[in-house]
């Protein structure tokens, strides 16, 4: 196999289908294409080649300088007519390359330059094809990879599919099992169901048999009873008679009744009339007594309401009284705390009857308490001698001018304080007179003990008569016992007056 053939046939393997593929050409053109596309110098290529085109003969060269057949020349010959021309030019040592030859090689230069650009084209269009056929390669695999995991997928499915009906078929064959025993069952009970029909037949021949002989008896019975019931019919039809003779007399009765009720209800309707009339009257007597009684009950109210609150008034009044006189009793003891707790009096008696030769020795008393006594018988400034009291009582004063200044120390007993008076002084000066008095029964001679007491219990009892008036005179003397009353002392106890008082 010489070398062209050689190379005709790597070419037909690269390049598959191409229309350019020319015998006798190919050589020449891949090799001048490898060439531009490897990057190497066209002259370098040339002269390394050099001896391996110059077999071409001169006569050929001049053949190809002919237009129109380097067309059809094949790039091997191409390359050798070059290489000839140039070796041809070394040889005859002439450094000036003739004008013939210059446009020879010109001419098979851009033949070449045309030949590479076309293959170099055909070369794009190729590798754009396969890269078209790449992508459709592609796409095939990924269809085929889908189809492949598809397919994995309906396996999955057609596997569970199937276990499903593995256990379905175990189920079915389970469920088989037992109806068969049910079957099995239901033979057995047919069987004795079979057996409970046969009994009851026989049951039911003998039931029948008893019935027709009960119904022989019964019809018996209903023919001997319809001979009694058509006796009866005759006896009640013959009843019928006399009754409905009995019902005209009756009519005939209430004839005469009805007529009579009719009479009397004529009158009863008079009558109701009557009474209906006077009853309307009632009724219009009725409203306005109403009207009056209504009239007479917003009167009432209007005087229930001014009363109320007159009422209203007297109670705020009451209240007030009472806040005052709390007030008054606070500011009264608050006086008598202010004028002292311990207040000494001084009473002078009188002479008495079988007394009045005698001198007196009171030489002057004051309004404000004082006392002023002589005593001739000692000399110069002890002969008077100055007493201070809180209040001197003068020979001519009375049981009530002495009650009348212990009185508010007396009433505070009802605010709570005790209290107690009594009296000093040496034998008959008048102790027991000033504090029970000389007669008890009379008024008037009543000391400090019987006053107090009586006005604490006027007061308490908030009455108008005196205490001894209401209580007498002996009950007055059971309280002044109980309150420790002596002839020349008063003690008068909260507790005690408290319980007495009450
Ligand atoms: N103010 C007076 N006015 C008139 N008579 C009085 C007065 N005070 C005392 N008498 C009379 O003086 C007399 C002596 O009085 P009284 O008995 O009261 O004294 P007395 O202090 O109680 O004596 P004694 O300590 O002995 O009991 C009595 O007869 C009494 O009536």
Known sequence: MDPQSEVHVSENR?????????????????????GLAEGHNFSGDLKSKRVHYADLPSFKISELTKLGNLENASSHSLFSAVNRILDECIEKSNQDIPQRVASVLKLVVQEIEQRVSKQADNMKKQSNMYKSREDRYHTKIRALETLAT???????????????MKIEKTKIEEKKKLEE???????????????????LNEELNLAKKSYKENLFHLEAKAEESKEKLQKKILELESLLTDSRKKIKELEDFSESKFVRWKRK???????????????QELRLTSESI??????????????????GLNLQGLIDAAQNYHSVLEENRKLYNEVQDLKGNIRVYCRIRPFLS????????????SDNGELVVINPSKPGKDS???????????????????????????????DGYNV????????????????????ASSVADWGVNYRALNDLFNISQNDIAPLHMRLGFKWLKYIMNKCETYSALTVLRRDILSELLC
């Open 354 to 365: 079988g007394q009045n030769g005698r001198q007196t020795t009171i030489q002057y008393i």
């Open 384 to 414: 008077h001698r100055l007493f201070k009291f809180n209040k001197v009582f003068g020979p001519a004063a009375t049981q009530e001018d002495v009650f009348r200044d212990t009185q508010p120390l007396i009433r505070s007993v009802l």
């Open 290 to 307: 109403k009207q009056e009684v209504s009239k007479i009950n917003n009167t009432y109210a209007e005087e229930f309401y001014h009363f």
């Open 265 to 279: 209800e004529q009158e009863y309707r008079h009558f109701i009339d009557s009474q209906f009339g006077s009853l």
């Open 181 to 199: 025993q049910d079957s099995i069952k239901l033979r057995k009970e047919k069987a004795i169901c079979e057996n409970k029909v046969l009994s």
């Open 14 to 34: 690269e390049l598959d289908g191409s229309s350019e593929v020319r015998n006798g050409n190919v050589s020449g053109r891949i090799e001048a294409f490898n």
């Open 150 to 164: 598809g397919t994995t997928e309906e396996n999955k499915v057609v596997m569970n599919q199937l276990q499903q």
């Open 420 to 439: 107690c008076i009594f009296a000093y002084g040496q034998t008959g000066s008048g102790k027991t007179y000033t504090m029970s008095g000389p007669n």
